[in-house]
């Protein structure tokens, strides 16, 4: 892409949602980015054309959408910058672990090339969010790791690796993780799935925590 274009902040954050979309395995239409991002499918719907004339998405026949290269190349600016002011919020700022999501999409799209170079520097060069994500290395991410805490059988005890970009966004689940200690590098025992009910009970340190089938496929484990 042309170094003159300079992109709005709103079409950052599309680029960043498909970006979180197919790192999280999701395949990427109008609707689910408009769910995604809290707009109307007309909204999605001229913002995505804005975004194939400047080259930086593309439809396919499927009406999947997809980042070209240089899409790819700004997205993964996005997101690193995402993730690193993440872990300034949290371990510099001492700003709650849920919240921090909130905050740094507000701050995210002001941050400079030196200033994230620096802050890099600063949190040590760090590989992953707070939330267990991995951080953008230059060209590349490393893929996220781990099964779906929904996917677990009852008996099994599972170390958290991540919790998914999809439960950032609902700040009222990620402080039900918060309260009930559902971090990344925490132990639980799956102590039972009711899957009538939609529901996967664990025991942990604090004792149980019932969850839902939905938020518990939010939950990366291993």
């Known amino acids: 892409m042309a170094e ?3 992109l709005t902040t709103r079409a950052e954050e599309y680029l960043e ?4 979309m197919k790192i ?3 395949k990427v239409h109008a609707v689910r980015l408009a769910e995604r991002l809290s707009v109307s499918p ?5 913002a995505l054309k804005r975004l194939v004339k400047l080259n930086l998405i593309k439809v396919n026949s499927k009406k999947e959408i997809e980042l ?16 690193l002011i993440e872990l300034l919020l949290t371990d510099i700022l001492l700003v709650d672990w ?3 999501h909130k905050e740094a999409c507000r701050l995210e799209h002001s941050v400079t090339s030196l200033v994230e170079e620096k802050l890099s520097e600063r949190l040590g060069n760090p590989l992953m969010c707070p939330h267990g994500n991995p951080i953008p290395q ?3 991410i490393t893929l996220p790791q781990g099964t779906q805490l929904s996917e677990i059988v009852k008996g099994t005890t599972v170390d958290i690796v991540r ?6 966004l609902n700040l009222e689940l990620m402080r039900f993780f918060q309260k009930h200690g559902i971090l990344p590098e925490k132990i639980f025992l799956v102590k039972d799935v009711n899957l009538s009910a939609g529901t996967v009970t664990l025991e942990g340190k604090n004792g149980e925590v019932v969850i839902g089938t939905k938020a518990a496929s939010t939950i990366w484990v291993k």
């Open 138 to 140: 230059g060209k590349m």
């Open 4 to 6: 003159n274009i300079l």
């Open 42 to 46: 007309p909204t999605v719907a001229g």
């Open 24 to 26: 999280e395995g999701r």
């Open 68 to 83: 070209t290269e240089n899409g790819e190349l700004e997205a993964l600016k996005i997101v690193r910058r995402h993730r």
């Open 163 to 168: 919790i998914s970009e999809e439960a950032t």
């Open 98 to 100: 849920a919240e921090c």
């Open 17 to 20: 949602a498909v970006l979180n």
